[in-house]
């Protein structure tokens, strides 16, 4: 019975450590993303959020970021896509719902939606 909790201890302690090793990499590909978005480096970014995406699939911030570097490549129905995926994945969230309408905004500026 001491061995069980001993590791059970022992697992509790060490997961933590693993999770948060796991989020650096994807934070870090959300930033440098986001760098890229902002130095106007669009296909990068698209390709470095998609990344960051796999990692962490709940990212916020990136699933926006993502979306907005898709509108300005009029990547129209990938950024629809990803609109969607935000909704769906955050129905609730405030910050999503407003950066969804937002993203809709953009996308009704495109060049496809004249």
């Known amino acids: ?3 069980r909790i001993l590791t059970l201890i022992v697992i509790g302690i060490a997961l933590p450590c693993f999770a948060s ?3 650096k990499p ?7 993303g986001i760098r890229l ?7 990068e ?6 990344r960051a995406l796999q990692a962490n699939p709940t990212s916020l911030e990136a699933r926006i970021y ?6 300005q490549e009029d990547r129209v129905p990938e ?3 990803e609109v969607r995926i935000l909704l769906e994945r955050f129905p609730a ?9 937002r993203l809709l905004q953009q996308l009704s500026g495109s060049r496809f939606a004249r």
Do not use: H, K, W, Y
Request: net charge neutral.
């Open 93 to 101: 969230d405030p910050e999503a719902q407003f950066q969804a309408g």
């Open 1 to 3: 019975m001491a061995c």
């Open 21 to 23: 090793d796991n989020s």
């Open 26 to 32: 994807a934070d870090s590909l959300i930033q440098e």
């Open 45 to 50: 970014s698209v390709a470095t959020l998609r």
């Open 37 to 43: 978005f902002r130095m106007r480096s669009l296909s």
């Open 66 to 71: 993502l979306a907005r570097a898709l509108i």
């Open 79 to 81: 950024a629809l896509r």
